[in-house]
């Protein structure tokens, strides 16, 4: 469609993902939230925050829950909780997120990548066990794109090398694997609540869940200056707590998740059913354990990029998970890896396409986003 100018309009525009939408939806009960955080005179931790711990730990099936300021202080005041840092190695996947690799150096312990299975693009337990040296002491499984990793095996890797156990559920607020829900399934779990996740808050927050309450008590003091009681610091902390304006918006928002989540898959089946054939991209494979939240909807392609630009001609919005893997950024260029050293991450990079997918999608924003991934490459 073209203007009298001579410009090219596009009719139809389909974000990668709403993230206004969820206030819209809940307007009237978060404006009632944030007005009652600021009758309350409580600003830095207090009722809000323990209120949506205790529920969130409950959404979970965990013990505790600890709010802190985000996600990657999630994970790394778990590894500083546990006593990890100089000399210790952490295993974690080739490719996430750098903030997963981010929070074992912030511990001051070396992280060690390991290759994903290449089908569901979490990590091997195989390769994990083949990566185990006498300095390990942690493995950092994510659940990448909303999809548990297959924590059955790597619990068994994990106890058999007595290695600490942990989750990076970032993006996997909800999903299951063998019939429990994440945050549950290693020795303590690091949750993002960024705007844009299954969960978000507005603005940045997290939180540690676990059932091993010693550790829960360290973080709580590591959260918070290294004291549980003021000006008695009983270690070196650091300022790292769930805000208790986001943390009120996230007790209205869990309410909705699992709703949320279904929508999500109601969607990811019909990104399976309409694509099962369409030559132009490999669709995600899901674990026969593993209930997805479908935090993306990841699919490949051999021509990534011009693909991208034939969605976004028709006003389709797309990112690009992970471009550049953490081993190949100039952050870890001290640890000497070259291009080639993890081929399966570098070739996730080069050619998946994350497509929209959100709670507020239509049915009919689907099925054009589909078609028009089928019509790539048609003469």
Not at 133 to 147: E, K, P
Not at 245 to 272: E, G, P, S, V
Not at 278 to 286: E, F, G, K, R
């Amino acid at each position: 469609m073209s203007s009298s100018t001579g410009r090219s309009i596009i009719a139809r525009q389909i974000p990668f993902l709403d993230v206004k939408a969820g206030y819209i939806e809940l307007r009237e009960e978060l404006d009632a939230a944030y007005r009652r955080v600021m009758d309350s005179g409580s600003y830095i931790l207090g009722a809000e925050v323990e209120a949506f711990e205790e529920e969130f730990a409950r959404y979970c099936g965990a013990e505790h829950a600890v709010g802190v300021g985000n996600g990657l202080d999630a994970l790394h005041l778990i590894l500083a909780a546990a006593h990890i840092g100089a000399g210790d190695e952490v295993i974690v996947p080739a490719n996430t997120f750098i903030a997963t690799w981010l929070a074992v150096t912030q511990a001051g312990a070396r992280p060690v990548p390991v290759e994903p299975d290449a089908r569901t693009y979490n990590l091997d337990a195989t390769a994990v066990a083949a990566a185990i040296t006498s300095s390990t002491r942690a493995i950092i499984a994510v659940h990448l794109y909303g999809q548990s990793a297959d924590m059955a095996a790597l619990r068994r890797v994990a106890d058999h090398y007595a290695l600490l156990l942990i989750e990076d559920a970032a993006q996997a607020q909800g999903a299951r694997f063998g019939g429990r829900r994440v945050g549950t399934l290693g020795d303590a779990a690091g949750f993002s609540f960024y705007p844009g996740k299954n969960l978000g808050a507005f603005g940045d927050a997290g939180a540690v869940t676990t059932n091993d309450a010693a550790l829960a008590g360290r973080i709580r003091s590591l959260r918070s200056y290294g004291s549980r009681v003021k000006y008695d610091h009983e270690m070196c902390g650091f300022n790292s707590r769930l805000d208790p304006m986001q943390a009120a918006f996230l007790r209205i928002k869990l309410w909705h998740l699992d709703d949320w989540n279904t929508r999500r898959r109601d969607i990811a089946t019909r990104y399976q059913e309409r694509l099962r054939d369409c030559a132009a991209v490999s669709l995600p494979i899901v674990h026969r354990a593993a209930e997805p939240v479908w935090h993306i909807y990841f699919v490949r392609s051999d021509d990534r990029d011009a693909l991208r630009s034939h969605l976004a001609a028709s006003g389709i919005g797309t990112l690009i998970h992970y471009p550049v893997p953490p081993h190949l950024s100039p952050a870890y260029g001290y640890l000497g890896w070259r291009e080639g050293a993890f081929p399966i991450t570098e070739r996730l990079a080069k050619t998946g396409l994350s497509v929209p997918i959100g709670p507020h999608l239509a049915d009919a924003d689907v099925d054009f986003v589909s078609e028009c991934l089928r019509s790539f490459g048609r003469a």
